[in-house]
C-alpha cells in the first residue's frame, strides 16, 4: 500500500488536516525554502500529532553534520531527509548514533535519468527519494521529471529501502506515478498549495484520494 507524505508545512492546521485525512508522513523544511522554518517552529508543528500514527519529517541541505544533529534534535523529528551533497553511508552511520530517526537521501533525476553519482551513499540508507534535479531550488519546484527514464533503476534503488518518489506531483499525476513507478510513499508539497507553505485542503484530499484509487 503506497503511503502519503505532505511537506513543506508551516501551518498547524495543515499538519492537522493531513493526519486527519491518514497521511503517513508530514515533513517540513529546515533548509533554504520559501518553506523554510525553524527547528522551533517544527517542533510545535510535531507536537499536533501526538497520539496519531504520522511520522515526522525534517528536510536538510547542504547544512553542516553537526548542525543537522543539534536541529533535528531540536525539531524532535521521526526522520531526517537528506539533500545536496551531505549524503554518504558515513553520514547516515553518524546520525543513527546521534538521533534515533530513520535516515532518507534525496536522489536527483535529470534529463537524462540518475547520474551515477547521486546513488553514492545509499548504503544504509532507510530510503531513497526521487526528486527533479534542479539548479535553483533543493525542491519544491512543482516539476515532474520522466518517470520512464528511472523505470529500470527503481528496484536496484528500492532493495533494502523505501522508495519515495517526489517531484511535481499533485492529485491529477499522482495515480499515475504510482502505477508506473509503484513507490512505497508519494510525496508532494507545491502540488497541494495555495501558495508557498499553504496548503489547500481541498487539494490535500483530492491527492490522497487520487494516491487511494491507484491502489483499487
Keep these: 500500500m503506497v ?16 493526519a486527519r485525512l491518514g497521511a503517513a508522513f508530514v515533513g517540513t523544511i529546515l533548509t ?38 543539534d536541529m533535528a534534535k531540536r525539531a524532535g523529528c521521526d526522520v531526517v531527509q537528506l539533500h545536496g551533497r551531505t549524503n554518504s553511508a558515513a553520514v547516515t552511520d553518524r546520525l543513527r548514533q546521534e538521533l534515533d530517526v530513520e535516515v532518507w ?31 535553483s531550488a533543493l525542491g519544491g519546484t512543482g516539476t515532474t521529471f ?8 527503481v528496484r536496484d534503488l528500492r ?3 523505501r522508495l519515495i518518489v517526489a517531484g511535481g506531483l499533485n492529485p491529477g499525476n ?29 487539494l490535500m484530499s483530492a491527492f490522497m484520494t487520487a494516491a487511494r484509487q491507484s491502489m483499487q
Design 3 to 18: 503511503e502519503v507524505k505532505f511537506c513543506g508545512m508551516t501551518r498547524d492546521e495543515d499538519v492537522r488536516e493531513a
Design 32 to 69: 533554504v525554502s520559501p518553506r523554510r522554518i525553524t527547528a522551533e517552529q517544527a517542533h510545535a508543528l510535531f507536537e499536533a500529532l501526538e497520539g496519531t500514527p504520522v511520522k515526522s519529517v525534517c528536510v536538510f541541505g547542504d547544512e553542516p553534520l553537526e548542525d543537522v544533529i
Design 174 to 202: 499522482v495515480r499515475e506515478a504510482i502505477e508506473r513507478l509503484a513507490p512505497d510513499v508519494v510525496d508532494v508539497s507545491s502540488g497541494v498549495e495555495a501558495g508557498p507553505g499553504v496548503k489547500n485542503p481541498h
Design 146 to 153: 520522466d518517470w520512464q527514464a528511472v523505470h529500470g533503476d
Design 159 to 161: 532493495f533494502g529501502r
Design 105 to 135: 537521501h534525496v536522489v536527483r533525476v535529470g534529463p537524462q535519468g540518475i547520474a551515477r553519482q547521486e546513488r553514492d551513499g545509499l548504503d544504509g540508507a532507510d530510503g531513497a527519494l526521487l526528486d527533479t534535479l534542479a539548479v
